[in-house]
């Protein structure tokens, strides 16, 4: 196994210099905390991460969970890992004191929840949808909910769940058929399929809460039609006492990777004796949900960057070990040979794998920040930020997503035949990682939300505040003579960010939604690029004042590093927008206007 | 299970109507053949490919192959695939009368082994490695080899492999260290380890021959000093009879994929007591060995393609069934869902696999009828068809293999979270595919082989040569109003790759051979997009002809599907050109100045 699979320096490097949380002090809800808290924190994590969650990594994998006498049962070491989880307060780290919060910033929680993702990651499926679920109880529950569910949920207790995908359903959640009828006992009966659920059932928790949206029986028909109820595995009797809901597993899924978490399917009120209790009002239920879901998208990213992070490590570590080959400019054979880290080729692999892997993460750090920074008193402040967090989270979740399905494979690449096998870690996370662009919304539904919403939305009223937060970025960076020409290819690429918008706008414009959105994925691509690029160019900044400032030989070196990585940034992955942007500004309409039977023959 | 795993029609396009395979039938060797038997043939392949091989694919990854008291053990089914392989003549197809072969045109064997790969790919590993192995022999063994091992190889009863990988020398050849010690009794003495030998050791082959390179002592240091052995697993007594070889299995590896097909570690001469027969003459057994290399690495390109056409069409059942969502033009929710083949997201990724599949399989057959019309007798033809198939095998092998590991990952995607479970083929073929890019020589070590040695070779003969056979296309597609568009654009691609290859041949000639090899892979992508885009027209070409003359509405509606996978192709793929050729022309050195400390932190 691989001696590291994150950097302690550059999450103090992102959290403290880039995205600077420490500024988040300033305002009530953070002033208890510190750096030194921070810190405290982050060692915490990084021990937990190393002793309780990293040594289970390829058993969960092997021993994937089972489906016996209707109760599924996953790997001994969950119930350690939920159980520490909620006694060391990472389940509730980022919510208020009152609920039993730590009330630290979402950008310290989301660097540790990153730390023991890279760790494990199926692992961290239980606690994470533990977090949301709990969240939205106490955000829309009654307080007979709340005061129910929740501290269990926070304890790590009891697990949580988002119960939305049916059969008939994927990613069309308008067509959900789970009924639920009103009774007179202050519930609901609910009766449905659920399909895709993680976490779905367990023996490591005492009871499942799932956050399940259903339709209430003569509402709206489509997503107005929907509410959000919660349905527990085990109903609570007056006693106290648990009984079963009539929620019965009906499948625990085989799949490809993830496979520490079970993903399962349910049938509710198989015995016309299941209770769901309506959270919030009733035909409100999607817009609750999204809170779960946004949520989820961010930390989908989180997680989609922590495995890209812990492969990326491996690659590298082998890189550094493994002799092959020699200099092409020195090919005598009776010279040693050299680290594979010394050929050109590989410096690529691993420099994209880097370019991925900090980039993503500073995005999702940066995200957080905007979530933090959301919470001020500033009316206006706090809806800008929280603008472009809606705008960003399409993109924090796709580009660690879909850019770390590649980051893996080089990664496994870089050890060749190795990297195929079973006693490196690359295979698994190769598969784990895979995930990520189907679940909490494909990348192809995270491309509608960022061009056919977010963009969009308040007549591109974010999309400016975005163009304004990477303007100042381009600005400060063309001040330093070495940055200047990466500032300059910055600019470039978001006056074509803004070209390609307006080409496509222009279609919506003129009522013609299909072509407006037909390449909306590749739309998705290029702001991605556009917005990592930022985010690179955002720690070039930082990197060079700190070696101008001057610094320690060791952390010159890590600057230096920086801005090379975000060099290869701006050389080889950078150039891409120019296809992207050429193809959206065609906008033909080629997969528009066809029929399904050019396929045939 | 879907359906279909390959397209007959398609098959026949680009057989007879793309490479006119018919017109081979005018060089002797392949004169007693015409569509009439190939037709044959293939009816047969597909035949074989459905009842005897697609019916075993997931037991066969599920039930991978085991190690028990020194011997591998595989999946019952592979005897009767070696068996059908062998007495059907499936391993000896395009070899010569006089050794039991049946002078099939490579291109049309290939054909049907692409049928037969797409049907259960790691099934294949086994009888098209005694293929190359058998070929070998054939080529440069000595009679008593030939006839001793040959035959019982191309009747399927024993296995061939090719034992070149050992553990200090994974892509460097030159680093082997077996070795091979000279002795009376007409045989040298092996001692040493291979690693990652396909088909190593198996229990449906009364016999494994491993063609294997190692050093004779005292031969000069390097890839000048190695030799070829016929080393077989148990060697023949006086008496015929077998007797172990000291060959030994010290592992056989578990893997992310291609699970129906043992990876093994070798071990030679514990006991001092194995035997390897020298092939051709001392110290020449690289060059031998590039013959069975350059024959599998376009068997790794086809077996790509062919993983990769199995994934399309089982997304494409699934698209076509799957109802999911509404137009976004039309969002009624009372409106029954559409199929979701109907959104242009969907048809996008079905394109891209398209794009992959039939470009690369058009690309392979390609090669092979090079490969078929340097069998002339006419010396210049002959050696300008070699020379094409020279510069275009790494590019056939590497192609499919990477834009394939994204084809299969698109269709993947498109069956969403189903993609991602077991009931469905796409995980396995997403796990299978991926070995495609490691095995027969990484993707950097193709790129290396095609800028390196293949552009330059001859004075850059061959290039000229394929400028030539692109720029005939391009001059034919600029005759037709509907295709000149796209020549056009490949004319335009044709001279950015001219400007590119000039710029970084300008390193190599002023001695700086680090930069001129140090971006090889984003020059290998862009010579390959060229390169699919020129297959892709070449399709057009005939489509628009067969639209033009008539033909049925069947006929209509399949060439019409082409053109429209062809303008696909152009579109979305051919943009990438852009983003690196730009990368290309900066040429900065970026990963060769620059230390490994970059990489610390």
């Known amino acids: 196994?691989?001696?590291?699979?994150?950097?302690?320096?550059?999450?103090?490097?992102?959290?403290?210099?880039?995205?600077?949380?420490?500024?988040?002090?300033?305002?009530?809800?953070?002033?208890?905390?510190?750096?030194?808290?921070?810190?405290?924190?982050?060692?915490?994590?990084?021990?937990?991460?190393?002793?309780?969650?990293?040594p289970h990594l390829q058993e969960m994998d092997q021993k994937a969970p089972v489906l016996e006498n209707g109760q599924v049962k996953v790997h001994p070491a969950i119930k350690g890992i939920m159980k520490e989880w909620g006694e060391g307060g990472w389940i509730a780290a980022s919510m208020p004191y009152e609920v039993g919060g730590q009330q630290l910033p979402t950008a310290v929680a989301t660097a540790c929840n990153y730390v023991f993702a890279a760790a494990n990651f199926s692992s961290t499926g239980f606690p994470l949808l533990t977090a949301g679920a709990a969240h939205l109880i106490l955000s829309y529950g009654s307080d007979d909910l709340k005061e129910t569910y929740a501290p269990r949920m926070l304890a790590g207790e009891w697990q949580g769940t988002m119960a939305?995908?049916?059969?008939?359903?994927?990613?069309?959640?308008?067509?959900?058929?789970?009924?639920?009828?009103?009774?007179?006992?202050?519930?609901?009966?609910?009766?449905?399929?659920?399909?895709?659920?993680?976490?779905?059932?367990?023996d490591a928790a005492g009871n499942i809460v799932h956050m399940m949206l259903a339709k209430i029986k003569g509402g709206p028909p489509g997503a107005k039609g929907i509410s959000l109820f919660l349905v527990p595995k085990n109903r609570i009797k007056s006693d106290g006492m648990l009984e079963p809901n009539d929620v019965t597993v009906a499948t625990v899924y085989h799949k490809l990777g993830y496979r520490g978490c079970p993903i399962t399917q349910l049938s509710m009120g198989e015995n016309d004796d299941c209770r769901g209790y309506l959270v919030g009002e009733p035909h409100k239920g999607l817009s609750y949900m999204f809170q779960m879901m946004?949520?989820?998208?961010?930390?989908?990213?989180?997680?989609?960057?922590?495995?890209?992070?812990?492969?990326?490590?491996?690659a590298l570590e082998y890189a550094k070990e493994r002799p092959q080959g020699r200099k092409i400019s020195s090919k005598d054979p009776l010279q040693p040979q050299i680290p594979i880290i010394e050929h050109a080729d590989v410096r690529r692999m691993l420099l994209f794998q880097r370019g991925v892997v900090e980039g993503s993460l500073s995005l999702i750090l940066q995200c957080c920040t905007y979530s933090d920074l959301s919470r001020t008193e500033d009316v206006e402040q706090s809806?800008?930020?929280?603008?472009?967090?809606?705008?960003?989270?399409?993109?924090?979740?796709?580009?660690?997503?879909?850019?770390?399905?590649?980051?893996?494979?080089?990664?496994?690449?870089?050890?060749?035949?190795?990297?195929?096998?079973?006693?490196f870690p690359l295979e698994q996370y190769y598969r784990d990682i895979r995930i990520h662009a189907i679940h909490e919304g494909t990348t192809g539904i995270q491309a509608l939300d960022l061009l056919g919403r977010k963009v969009v939305m308040k007549n591109g009223q974010a999309m400016r505040l975005f163009l304004e937060e990477?303007?100042?970025?381009?600005?400060?960076?063309?001040?330093?003579?070495?940055?200047?020409?990466?500032?300059?290819?910055?600019?470039?690429?978001?006056?074509?960010?803004?070209?390609?918008?307006?080409?496509?706008?222009?279609?919506?414009?003129?009522?013609?939604?299909?072509?407006?959105?037909?390449?909306?994925?590749?739309?998705?691509?290029?702001?991605?690029?556009?917005?990592?690029?930022w985010q690179w160019l955002a720690q070039g900044i930082v990197a060079r004042k700190a070696l101008d400032a001057g610094c320690s030989p060791l952390d010159a070196q890590f600057y230096q590093g920086k801005i090379h990585a975000m060099r290869y940034f701006f050389h080889y992955e950078g150039p891409k927008t120019a296809g992207l942007a050429a193809r959206l500004m065609e906008a033909d309409g080629l997969t528009v206007n066809m029929t399904a039977a050019a396929f045939d023959d």
Do not use: W
């Not at 067509?175 to 993680?198: C, L, N």
């Not at 800008?384 to 924090?396: K, S």
């Open 383 to 423: 809806q800008r930020y929280a603008l472009l967090l809606d705008l960003l989270t399409p993109v924090a979740k796709s580009y660690p997503s879909e850019s770390g399905i590649l980051a893996v494979s080089q990664g496994l690449q870089i050890l060749g035949g190795y990297g195929y096998c079973q006693e």
């Open 470 to 533: 990477v303007g100042a970025v381009v600005q400060e960076a063309a001040q330093d003579s070495e940055l200047s020409p990466y500032a300059e290819r910055l600019k470039g690429a978001l006056d074509t960010l803004g070209q390609v918008t307006m080409r496509q706008v222009q279609f919506a414009l003129q009522g013609d939604v299909e072509t407006f959105l037909a390449d909306a994925t590749l739309y998705l691509e290029l702001f991605s690029i556009v917005t990592i690029a």
């Open 1 to 54: 196994m691989a001696e590291r699979f994150v950097s302690r320096r550059n999450l103090e490097f992102l959290l403290y210099e880039v995205h600077r949380v420490e500024r988040l002090s300033a305002q009530p809800y953070f002033s208890d905390h510190s750096r030194e808290t921070y810190d405290l924190v982050l060692d915490t994590a990084m021990k937990i991460a190393r002793d309780l969650m990293y």
């Open 294 to 314: 946004n949520e989820a998208r961010l930390a989908v990213g989180m997680q989609a960057a922590s495995i890209a992070s812990a492969a990326y490590y491996a």
């Open 164 to 202: 939305l995908t049916e059969p008939q359903a994927g990613s069309s959640l308008s067509d959900i058929v789970t009924r639920a009828e009103p009774t007179d006992g202050g519930y609901y009966r609910i009766r449905g399929q659920k399909i895709f659920i993680s976490a779905g059932d367990h």
